[in-house]
């Protein structure tokens, strides 16, 4: 059996949670004009959502890891003794981050690489690869690894507010749209990421309040069950991130701990600040 090493790309938000495992991360650019930095390595979540609140007029943008970068990655793992990779990534909807790495994956010789469109992003995706590197931990081999992956991608969940379109259309990331635009300043829509892994508009609904309402109603009543690991994922919301914890667990006293994880600002430059989803995953 080989030795199977992890990549995840940092749209996951892995480098917000605490692991044991050996994990590579790859990690997208964020652009503040001519101002280059790479993803929680030169700046991180808090800090990006600050200041973009207190200058809303900044442009921002981002680009995908370059395929030599994760080359390299690659590299570095063969020469770490690894002759299996699994490689782990945003959604092929979202972001060109899954062709470059399977474009590396062809370049590379002497070790076979397996790269998993996780039609995800933030939390499902990090949960992806850790349970990716449980299962290495307990030997199974890079089949079993894959088989669990899918089972989880095809379990899991994204329902999401967010405080403006403004960030989602602007980048490109909103597909279906076209309904809202005419209305962009009025809408506070409650957003899906669906299950081929792209973000679509579900409903129009008037005020950030009655959205969030609406996103916790939504999961109760319509994709719950008692396998569920429910989680909160945000764009520095924290009020808010509080207001739909207490909503979940009042409604769903035995749902256990409902962890959140902020966005990271690759992730947060298209969705916009203020964002808040409310996403499930998959326990067994």
């Excluded at 938000?13 to 044991?20: A, Q, V």
């Excluded at 062709?99 to 397996?114: C, F, H, S």
């Excluded at 999961?219 to 994922?233: G, K, L, P, R, W």
Aim: overall charge negative; glycine content about 8%; proline content about 3%.
């Amino acid at each position: 059996m080989g030795k199977i090493g992890l990549v995840v790309c940092g749209n996951s938000g892995i480098d917000y949670l605490k692991h044991d495992y050996d994990i590579r991360v790859i990690r997208s650019i964020l652009l503040f004009g001519s101002e280059e930095y790479t993803d929680f390595i030169d700046i991180q979540a808090e800090d990006f959502y600050k200041r973009l609140n207190a200058n809303p007029d900044l442009h921002v943008s981002t680009a995908q890891t370059a395929t030599g970068v994760i080359l390299e990655t690659y590299e570095q793992l063969k020469a770490d003794g690894y002759d299996e990779i699994i490689a782990i990534t945003i959604s092929s909807k979202l972001s060109g981050t899954f062709e470059g790495a399977k474009m590396a994956a062809n370049m590379i010789e002497g070790v076979k690489v397996t790269v998993f469109d996780s039609l995800s992003v933030s939390y499902p995706e990090a949960y992806m690869v850790l349970e990716a590197a449980r299962l290495v931990k307990e030997g199974k081999t890079t089949t079993e690894i894959v088989d669990r992956l899918i089972h989880i991608r095809e379990n899991r969940g994204v329902l999401v507010s967010v405080d403006t379109l403004k960030y989602l259309v602007r980048n490109g990331r909103l597909s279906g749209a076209q309904g809202f635009l005419g209305s962009l300043l009025k809408v506070k829509p409650m957003l899906q990421l669906n299950r081929e892994g792209a973000l679509v508009p579900l409903e129009k609904i008037r005020t950030r309040s009655k959205a969030l309402k609406r996103i916790v109603e939504a999961y109760v009543e319509e994709y719950h069950n008692d396998n569920n690991i429910v989680f909160i994922a945000h764009a520095h919301a924290l009020e808010e991130v509080e207001q739909v914890r207490q909503e979940l667990l009042e409604k769903l006293p035995n749902v256990g701990e409902i962890k959140d994880y902020p966005l990271t600002p690759v992730v947060g430059a298209h969705a916009g600040p203020g964002t808040l989803a409310i996403g499930w995953v998959p326990n067994k």
